[in-house]
């Protein structure tokens, strides 16, 4: 039997480490930039060509290659960071591998200039799928510049499979805004088809901070900022006010390299536990420095994934350091317990009132003492049972005339519903509701749809003929207002509002890219929009049909959406702005609703084809069974 085991071929080897460490054009820009910085350049220009499919150039004046130095940095495992294995526990460069330049070169077309400070001449090396074309001296500035042309052209599958350019370019953005964060002392610069999207001047983290992300961010940050003998973290963190529901800004950093690490986040998390809604997070740009004796970078090809000798001690240090600051600036919260108020307001809940009138009751009312008077009297003093000490209570709410009270309610039950009423626009109100487990012809006729209550401002429940349903409000409204907006952006029938004041939209370089893109199929769904400069748009109109939604975040929705891999024509992009749009307009939890307007909104998630779920899969209706309310008791 002959031998079947063979050495692959280097440039074989080459292209299979490509799979791991050049997975995207940003991951091209990244492993460029780390080696500009680590030249010593004191100067980075990016230039990119459509989204990084045609070209990725970076430039740098840092201190350039020989001859012979530049046709070995793309050999694999060629380094001048590292000699030994211990070299690794002493890092302080940002790579070490050397596999970014030769996995680069087996799957694009490279082109090299450089030149050292003292020749007077570089060189200019061809390299094209691993393979050496020509190395030739050539006039150049001291520094290197690289450029990296119709990256994957070798290996169709993985260049079909880039997204498209508003997606890759996002993740080039976000890219160098972690590159650019963790080097404030470098002049960075970034262009995008000849369009100049970042120019960024050295300063400190604060100034790099503005330049990216704009004033306003800086002006919600609070310095955090310790030293012990384990780690010193210096940076900032939002005040909780400025929380966010979608895209914060959150980034770690260690010795001067950007890093992933759950853990940390966490303690950061805690900090705001109370001081922020469940479905927000704050912004923070945190900074450690430690002995790179105590850490491993060797981790994962891409180094983002860091593990640290002493995790415990640093995630109590740097939740301590968060909590500090917070309470320094005023941002945790406080009690006054001299303000007590001297009289309380008690409403109590009338399933008749329809949510419109709250009764107020007297607490030291006893109804085995004397009884009530007919009619009340609100100046009468409470007649406490013994508890005179305690805080008086209004009654204003207790109505002198039963009968004005009593033409209150009918009033209410008579008029026309609200302007929630008019976006659910029931064409006929059912007379049953129909059971999601059993067939409707099973179920009893005499199962009113008007038997719902709603629970906490939130839930709806009904029976049905397997027990109890309960319905979310939020994500029911969802659902309803998801299918009436899709079919409403496919008909291509959208009706247009204009806004009084126009709003000014302000988006980071990345989000800017992503709405340009989507600036025709955006204007189509009923959105008048116009680019201001600077990374802003004003929005004019608005698709008549969202109501008093918030157009601004209707748009931020859309753009997170869109970062999606999906095309611009896709009709899967009509469902993710139709499902942006319903979560904005939705009614939310917390509102209280009319009797009609809960038959309405049933009538209308019940005539759909698929109630039970969200577009996006969360759970809509629950039915607790009646063997599961028997336990109950």
């Known amino acids: 039997m002959s031998d079947i085991i063979r050495l692959l071929p280097d440039s074989v080897a080459n292209q299979i480490a490509a799979g791991e460490v050049i997975q995207r054009p940003a991951s091209v820009v990244k492993e460029l930039v780390e080696n500009a910085v680590d030249a010593g350049a004191q100067s980075v220009e ?4 459509d989204a990084g499919r045609t070209l990725i150039q970076v430039v740098d004046n840092g201190k350039g290659m020989s001859d012979t130095d530049a046709r070995m940095a793309f050999e694999r495992h060629a380094t001048s960071k590292i000699v030994q294995a211990d070299d690794l526990f002493s890092l302080h460069t940002m790579g070490f591998r050397g596999e970014a330049l030769a996995s680069i070169c087996a799957v694009a077309q490279v082109e090299l200039k450089t030149r050292t400070a003292d020749s007077e001449i570089g060189t200019r090396l061809v390299i094209s799928g ?9 006039a150049c500035g001291v520094g290197s510049n690289l450029m990296v042309k119709n990256l994957f052209f070798n290996v169709p599958a993985r260049r079909k499979f880039l997204k498209k350019d508003a997606v890759e370019f996002t993740n080039i953005a976000r890219e160098f805004e972690r590159m650019a964060l963790v080097n ?8 995008h088809n000849d369009t100049l999207i970042h120019q960024l001047m050295r300063g400190s983290l604060k100034q790099r901070i503005s330049d990216l992300f704009g004033k306003s961010v800086e002006k919600q940050m609070i310095p955090v900022s310790t030293s012990t003998s384990i780690v010193t973290v210096e940076g900032f963190v939002g005040m909780p006010e400025h929380a966010r529901r979608r895209n914060p800004l959150q980034y770690l950093m260690v010795n001067g390299r950007h890093m992933r690490h759950p853990y940390f986040h966490k303690a950061v998390m805690q900090c705001y536990e109370k001081l922020i809604p469940a479905d927000q997070q704050p912004n923070y740009f945190l900074n450690f420095t430690v002995d790179p004796a105590t850490i491993d970078v060797n981790i994962h090809p891409t180094k983002n994934e860091i593990k640290f000798e002493n995790e415990s001690a640093i995630w109590q240090i740097l ?14 919260p406080g009690i006054d317990f001299d303000a007590a108020p001297e009289s309380i307001d008690i409403p109590v809940f009338n399933p008749n009132a329809n949510g419109a009138h709250g009764v107020e009751i007297d607490v030291d009312y006893n109804p085995f003492a004397q009884p009530m008077p007919a009619t009340p009297t609100p100046s009468a003093p409470s007649s406490g049972s013994g508890r005179g000490s305690m805080p008086s209570v209004r009654r204003s709410g207790i109505a002198s005339n039963w009968d004005a009270l009593y033409e209150g309610f009918m009033s209410e039950s008579d008029s026309p519903a609200d302007d929630f009423s008019q976006a659910i626009q029931v064409e006929s109100r059912p007379s049953v509701i129909e059971s999601l487990v059993e067939p409707v012809d099973d179920v009893p006729a005499e199962q009113d749809a008007s038997a719902t209550i709603q629970v906490r401002n939130r839930f709806i429940m009904t029976p049905s003929v397997s027990g109890m349903m309960v319905i979310d409000q939020h994500r029911a409204h969802v659902r309803v207002l998801f299918e009436r907006y899709r079919t409403t952006l496919s008909d291509g029938k959208v009706g247009v509002q204009q806004v009084l004041f126009p709003e000014v939209l302000s988006l980071s370089a990345a989000q800017h890219a992503v709405l340009q893109s989507l600036e025709n199929k955006v204007r189509e769904m009923g959105f008048d929009i116009s680019f201001l400069g600077d990374n802003s748009w004003s929005v004019v109109a608005v698709p008549s049909m969202l109501g008093e939604a918030n157009p601004s975040e209707i748009l931020m929705r859309i753009i997170d959406d869109a970062s999606a891999d999906i095309s611009p024509d896709d009709g899967a992009l009509i469902d993710r702005i139709a499902l942006s749009m319903a979560r904005s307009a939705a009614i939310t939890a917390g509102r209280r609703l009319t009797q009609q307007e809960r038959e309405q909104l049933l009538g209308e998630l019940l005539r759909l084809p698929q109630p039970n779920y969200t577009p996006d899969g969360l759970p809509v209706i629950k039915i607790i069974s009646e063997d599961e309310l028997e336990k109950l008791f």
């Open 130 to 138: 691993s393979k050496v074309e020509s190395q030739e001296p050539v």
């Open 46 to 49: 990016v230039i990119i060509k």
């Open 184 to 191: 404030p002392q470098i002049d960075l610069k970034l262009i």
């Open 319 to 332: 939740a301590a350091a968060v909590r500090e600051s917070l309470g320094r600036f005023n941002a945790m």
